[in-house]
């Protein structure tokens, strides 16, 4: 079976009407082997915040050093998403072999006339997946209400109702007494029940977690009145402190932590407050660990700021009280015009959620690719009932989104809301990447299909005409229904993935550069968001400059040495423990000797050092890092070359920019929530790399479907991170972590493929120098100094903008060798391209 297959399978099971209860789902689990039962669960229930405080609680458990499931819905791009170990999607393969398992079961109970639907069925997928991935924890946001929630299945150790209004009322109940009842039966028996619930819903709490023994636990939010005084913990909201974080401060009995956030808005304050009072009861009560993992809780579609000029802002908002805390929200926002894109599902209460918006001055409602949604006319003549606004029925959610940030200036403000899932369409905008492919043969070509999820028919008819460019990317259904028309006509060759609409569509394109041009020009006014599609194709090809969501790209006045070829960076390690020099150059005076002879050689950047990450390294504490550093930055800063400091802590990057540094090597990539921060106020060049853990776990075994795709949709949304946070994208360097949670096969795999991190529209370091992957061509962990030269050398030729490595000379050398053949003309490094003849 392969993927595309399994997925279809299951998208299927949505044919099938919701059931509250959790007998069907206890058997399909009973036939799997009972997964679940050997696996520590939480719970986490609400009407409002259940997602934001599950992945609160996951972020805060991992900063913990736990391994920790997270299980969520809905998806953006694909159903992986909502199943997460240690942060990271769900496998195909896993999907698939979990399909293989339950499919025949399934298809028997259906049989029966007693089919199990879609929610139920990817439920028992997380619990099956989190058993075989050996977690130490998993997560699970309660899909609706709780008591016959399908994620019920489980006995939870520990449990929260985030708050209760009306919602879902004809499966729930009519009164928010009713819908509390049935939240609150996810308390755990003789555990611990955590809930920022107020009133007759909270009363009703702890009448039901009393009748199960559960000890309950109380968070007061901002907005709680007189009866706060009486809670186990208090979060207050201090505001914004940038388009991206808020400050809360969270108090407790004895205790009290004050940290950044990245989520905006009051009600996000309450979220923390009730994420903490969980983990608590999960032992968690060091409050750095506690304030760090609720700093790097991203969670998208949350009130989350895209751009600033003008402020672009995407909330999956999706009913009344949700739409209200989005208006509390905006207004901690300076803007002078409104512009609205809205989108919802037919069930909703639209009236309502008008009016608990603020007015704006344009309205552009939208549908996203789902039965579910309502007409975009409907939801049209409710904002002109409910406001005196310019009002545009619209189509998708892209084309939408275009028009609205089309007319807005730069002071405005536009806001796209009403559900999750036009959220997800809306952020393709960002995050759509275009990777390019290169193929040595026929053979190659089918594989890559293959990965994309074609069917085989297809692979058959576009096999044989992918040739000149081939890309591949992500599109909605629709849009590649009207893709592969576009292209027949163009002439290029288009394999589209056999997933039905639940996912994004993969695509595969090939053909000439005038195949290209003629397709993007026919897809530009095509409507169904189609234009964005095609101003990241002729980016990629080569036809435009343009960045991913059509905007021209931003440049900085700065020129750097991997603008015009590919750099050297020369590794200075001050350490005593470094895996290949460790001890070397520990010495203040030898370090100074080695950067000289490094610049003397020919190096272009000095990447300076204080903390080893080769696998078992201990953490060196911030001011013996400084320590180490900063005499050497100072000594060397004058030198015919730039500096950068190697560190995955931001207070050692800072001392390390004001000793001279002019560029951030982070091997963590951003965890360090202040990293990004100090990048962007400092507008210094970052360099992001993907890595599984820093320091390296030693035999750690790391799922990948295909390491370079893996690696670059994981990066993806690290660059976004860093651009969100004021980081120019050229500025954001990408390091594909060679040797960080990847077999020697998967390093080799990625330098060969360096090409397709064009799809990222960064530079791309590599860092190969002599590590433990050259142990499979023959030469020693730790010391491999051919492989290593030779490893620059294609690295160059691939693609690098820049090589890290330790010995200097030799890989300068390889690296002119490299730019000489790509460009035997133009080559003149050393000053004597025709110079004279060899003798």
């Keep these: ?143 609706m209400g709780g008591e016959f929630d399908a994620t019920s299945v489980v006995d939870p150790v520990a449990a929260a109702v985030t708050n209760v209004s009306l919602e879902h009322t004809a499966v729930l109940g009519d009164t928010v007494e009713e819908i509390a009842r049935t939240k609150a039966k996810v308390a755990p028996a003789g555990g611990p029940l955590v809930t920022a619930t107020d009133g007759a819903a909270l009363a009703t709490v702890r009448e039901v977690a009393g009748d199960r023994g559960s000890n309950v636990v109380t968070v007061a939010g901002p907005d709680a009145g007189p009866p706060a005084k009486e809670a186990d913990l208090s979060a207050t909201y201090e505001g914004a402190v940038s388009p991206q974080e808020s400050l809360v401060a969270l108090v407790g009995d004895g205790w009290a932590v004050e940290t ?77 015009d409104l512009h609205l894109v809205f989108g919802a599902m037919h069930d909703k209460d639209h009236d309502e959620m008008a009016a608990a918006l603020p007015a704006a001055d344009t309205v552009y409602t939208c549908a996203p690719t789902l039965d579910r949604a309502e007409d975009p006319e409907v939801l049209a003549r409710v904002f002109e009932r409910a406001w005196d606004a310019d009002v545009t029925a619209g189509g998708s959610v892209a084309d939408a989104l275009a028009e609205a940030r089309a007319v807005a200036d730069a002071d405005d403000c536009v806001l796209l809301t ?34 994309a999820n074609v069917p085989d028919d297809e692979v058959d008819e576009t096999a044989a005409e992918a040739v000149h460019e ?38 595969v394109l090939s053909g000439s550069h005038a195949e290209f041009a003629a397709l993007v020009d026919a897809l530009a006014d095509r409507g169904h968001g189609l234009s964005g599609v095609a101003a990241d194709l002729r980016e990629r090809v080569g036809l435009a400059d343009t960045v991913g969501d059509g905007a021209p790209t931003a440049t900085t006045s700065t020129t750097y040495p991997w603008d015009d070829g590919t750099a050297v960076m020369g590794i200075l390690n001050v350490t005593p423990d470094s895996f290949h020099d460790g001890g070397e150059f520990f010495d203040e005076a030898d370090a100074l000797a080695q950067a000289e002879a490094l610049v003397d050689a020919g190096v272009d950047i000095i990447d300076v050092g204080g903390e080893s990450t080769r696998p078992g390294a201990d953490e060196v504490p911030v001011d013996e890092e400084i320590a180490r550093i900063v005499p050497v930055i100072e000594a ?48 210094v060049p970052v360099i992001v790399m993907h890595s599984i853990d820093a320091p390296v776990v030693p035999d750690k075994e790391v799922e990948y479907d295909d390491v370079v795709e893996d690696v670059i949709a994981e990066l993806g949304e690290r660059v976004l991170l860093a651009e969100k946070a004021g980081i120019l994208r050229e500025n954001v360097i990408v390091d594909p972590g060679l040797g960080f949670g ?70 300068v050398a390889a690296v002119r060798v490299a730019s000489a053949v790509a460009d035997p003309e133009g080559f003149d490094a050393v000053g004597g391209a025709e110079s004279g003849d060899d003798a």
């Design 1 to 143: 079976m392969r993927y595309y297959e399994a997925a279809n399978f299951l998208f299927d099971l949505r044919r099938f009407q919701v059931k509250p209860g959790t007998e069907s789902v206890r058997d399909l689990l009973a036939h799997l082997g009972d997964p679940h039962e050997g696996v520590d669960f939480v719970q986490v229930a609400g009407t409002n915040g259940k997602g934001s405080v599950a992945r609160m609680v996951e972020s805060v458990l991992r900063e913990d050093g736990r391994r920790v499931g997270l299980y969520t819905s809905p998806h953006f791009e694909n159903l992986r998403e909502r199943v997460r170990v240690d942060g990271r999607a769900v496998p195909r393969s896993e999907v698939t072999a979990f399909v293989e398992a339950a499919k025949p079961w399934l298809v028997e109970r259906a049989a029966d006339g007693e089919p199990l639907t879609f929610f139920e069925v990817v439920t028992a997928l997380a619990l099956w997946r989190f058993d075989r991935a050996g977690v130490d924890v998993a997560v699970l946001e309660v899909g």
């Design 260 to 336: 950044r956030v990245p989520l905006l808005g009051a009600y996000q304050a309450t979220n923390a407050g009730v994420a903490a009072a969980l983990v608590r009861e999960l032992g968690v009560t060091d409050g750095p660990t506690l304030a760090r993992g609720l700093r790097n809780a991203h969670w998208p579609g949350r009130f989350e700021v895209m751009r600033t000029d003008p402020l672009v802002v995407l909330d999956g908002a999706h009913n009344p009280a949700a739409c209200e805390t989005l208006a509390e929200t905006l207004a901690e926002f300076e803007y002078d």
């Design 418 to 451: 009403g559900s999750l899932f036009c959220v997800a369409e809306a952020r393709t905008a960002w995050t759509r990447q275009v990777v390019p492919k290169s193929f040595p043969d026929e053979r190659a070509v089918r594989a890559a299909l293959a990965d």
């Design 470 to 507: 081939t890309v591949k990317t992500g599109v909605s259904e629709t849009q590649a229904t009207h893709l592969r028309r576009e292209a027949a006509r163009a002439g290029v060759a288009c394999g589209v993935s056999g997933v039905g609409g639940g996912e994004l569509a993969e695509v």
């Design 636 to 683: 060397v800063a004058d030198a015919d070359a730039l500096i950068s400091v190697d560190t995955r802590k931001a207070a050692v990057a800072k001392a390390a920019l004001d000793a001279g540094a002019d560029v951030l090597n982070d091997v963590t990539g951003l965890a360090d929530p202040e990293m990004r921060f100090v990048a962007a106020d400092r507008d």
């Design 742 to 811: 990847k077999t020697p096969r998967e390093n080799f795999e990625l330098l060969g493929r360096l090409g397709e991190f064009e799809a990222l529209g960064c530079p791309v370091l590599v860092g190969h120098s002599h590590k433990s992957m050259f142990a499979l061509t023959g030469e020693a962990p730790g010391d491999a100094p051919n492989g290593t030269v030779a490893a620059t050398a294609l690295a160059a030729a691939n693609g690098a903008d820049i090589v890290r490595v330790h010995d200097a000379a030799e890989n």
